[in-house]
């Protein structure tokens, strides 16, 4: 007893849930078993339902015609043949279509009106030639029908502008003189704020660099990395500037033994875990360390004063703080007027404290207007993660002995900072079918000649059906049925003798694509409850890849199908779904 199960019709390409990516395609599966005394079959039967060509003749300016053949048959009279519908070549707006003439035999076809195709002298058996041609301007069109497709499809191709804000600035090594007031100190100025600082990274899969599936930062940089970007990209080091000053609570003294008390850094430079939430409540992990720190000095008095007539450079045992302490290391550049210096070093993974001694007495209050932190990020796999937004925070101490520590004598306004994080996931799980591919014609290895001609019946009936996929999450695939015995696959019924047989609809994904287990995806078995097929996943980004579905009836089934003068037509509507919602 076969069962009939509501389909929901929905559209090609749809979303459920809030966070998955889903498509769907509808198949008209059928079968037409020709009699013995009365045929009308394609000679070739791999051509119908599919894409054609039609040639563009560059010196007449006109489309070249389409033939194919048919071998027919009638033993109860002359042939008739008209049209289902209106042919015509589409560039998809309707006002420029142009129509088509069809012939079958010559003959000339309408709608509506059928007229004879194959007289009663040729009636016996016969091949007739099918036609299809058109004149019309230089333009790419494709050619659509109610019950046969030729459709030439536009390339549609994307540019991609990329545009680049050049700034133009000058870096010296060494600005002295009451002109260079800090090259630095105009971005740096900001408001007062909680220490609350915010990055996000997204992630799109791009069809030019299918291998490189990467979060990208698009936090920009403050500060350092952004006024300098090439002491930063070779590290993979951006920076922010953190509203946090630090003041000094006592003068430091010329020559101090401790660092602690002068001018000192020591910052969280390993790799720190930070869990991700999904909306959906899955999580993942992505690190963070600082590798850089930086900020903008001022001093109470010129440093004229302090030194006696020099600079910084004399202010600081080893030169300014441009030339940073061992185990941190100097960037190459810095901004230095008579009562500010700003410079910044690069600080290595697992890196202690970097101090500088002062080489002369400097009275209240020392003072950092801010500091500038450079951070490395490593992000997860995104090909493993969800589609949607994941959230998490980094909470960082500030002061002595904290995080982040400037020493015992440099005080900061406010101990505690935040980084919130938000790695934004937009994954593409896209399916095309090409024209007329979804109208399943399910035929004999090499037509139905065989079985007309010598009533062999054939081992099976099949079709396969090409389709290309664009996937950079992890999705499912199953199957959903108008008809059905078994409840978990599909069927085709002869709605004249209610006889129902079942179908098999197996899948074979594209390079790239894998199953749970890492294994290639070949004939894959689709069921209505998804068993067998319940994760697939990419290697890469697979881009517009061709991948097959397998429609068969097996042998068995196709002894029952087929009766000596009997013609038969079964049909059934199979859908077929991708779904990125992956438990």
């Known amino acids: 007893m076969f069962r009939q199960l509501t389909v ?24 037409t078993i020709p009699s013995q005394a009365f045929y009308v079959i394609p000679a070739d039967p791999g051509w119908i339902h599919r ?17 194919k ?9 002359s042939i008739e043949a008209r049209l289902e519908g209106r042919p015509y070549l589409s560039n998809g707006t309707q006002a420029h279509d142009i129509g088509l003439r069809v012939l079958f035999n010559e003959k000339l076809l309408s709608e509506g009106e059928s007229r004879e195709v194959v007289s009663l002298v040729d009636r016996r058996a016969g091949q007739a ?93 403050e500060g350092f990395c952004r006024q300098i970007p090439q002491a930063c990209a070779p590290y993979k080091l951006f920076s922010l500037i953190a509203p946090i000053s630090f003041t000094a609570n006592a003068p430091i003294l010329a020559n101090h033994a401790d660092p602690r008390q002068g001018g000192m850094a ?76 700003n410079s910044f070093w690069r600080v290595a993974r697992g890196v202690g404290v970097c101090s500088k001694t002062a080489r002369f007495d400097i009275p209240l209050s020392f003072r950092y207007l801010y500091f500038v932190f450079a951070y ?32 015992d004598v440099m005080i900061p306004s406010d101990n505690q900072l935040t980084l919130n994080f938000s790695l934004d996931v937009r994954h593409t799980l896209k399916v095309e079918i090409p024209p007329g591919g979804n109208r399943v014609e399910l035929v004999p290895q090499g037509g139905w000649q065989a079985w007309l001609t010598q009533g062999r019946k054939p081992t099976r009936l099949f079709r396969d059906q090409t389709f290309n996929v664009s996937s950079s999450s992890r999705f499912k695939m199953n199957l959903d049925c108008q008809y059905s015995t078994d409840g978990n696959r599909c069927s085709v019924r002869d709605p004249a003798s209610g006889h129902v047989v079942p179908l098999d609809v197996s899948v074979t994904l594209p390079n790239g694509l894998v199953d749970a287990t890492d294994q290639p995806v070949s004939r894959r078995l689709l069921r209505r409850d998804g068993s067998g097929t319940e994760l697939f996943q990419p290697r890469f980004y697979v881009d517009r890849k061709p991948g097959t579905l397998h429609f068969e009836i097996a042998q068995d089934e196709v002894e029952e199908m087929i009766k000596p003068g ?6 059934g509507t199979v859908t077929v779904v991708w779904d990125s919602e992956v438990g």
């Open 566 to 571: 009997v013609a038969r037509t079964y049909s």
């Open 129 to 221: 030639g099918f036609t299809g041609s058109a004149a019309c301007a230089t333009r790419r069109w494709g050619l659509q029908t109610r019950q046969l497709f030729w459709k030439r499809q536009h390339g549609l191709q994307r540019g991609v502008a990329q545009m680049m804000n050049l700034l133009n600035k000058r870096s010296a090594r060494t600005l002295k003189g009451a002109a260079s007031a800090s090259l630095l100190c105009a971005v740096f100025a900001l408001p007062i704020q909680a220490a609350v600082m915010d990055i996000e990274a997204v992630f799109e899969p791009d069809s030019s660099n299918p291998n490189n599936n990467v979060f990208v930062n698009m936090t920009p940089s």
């Open 8 to 31: 929901l019709m929905v559209s090609a390409m749809a979303c459920h849930g809030a966070f998955a990516a889903r498509e769907v395609q509808h198949f008209e599966v059928f079968v």
């Open 51 to 67: 894409e054609q060509s039609l040639p563009w003749n560059l010196t007449t300016s006109t489309l070249g015609g389409l033939r």
């Open 266 to 341: 020591r910052v969280p430079s390993d790799w720190r875990e930070v869990v991700v939430t999904h909306e959906s409540g899955d999580t993942e992990v992505l690190s963070i360390r600082i590798g850089g720190i930086g900020h903008e000095a001022a001093i109470p008095r010129p440093v004229t004063e302090l030194t006696g007539g020099g600079w910084w450079d004399d202010l600081w045992v080893g030169g300014g703080w441009a030339y940073a302490p061992i185990p941190c290391s100097s960037v190459g550049w810095h901004s230095a007027g008579p009562s500010g210096y």
């Open 69 to 77: 053949y048919f071998d027919v048959k009638s033993e109860a009279g």
């Open 376 to 407: 490395e990020l490593r992000t997860p796999n995104p090909l493993t993660m969800k589609t949607g937004k994941y959230t998490g925070t980094m909470p960082y101490t500030v002061g002595p002995r904290q995080d982040f520590d400037m020493g």
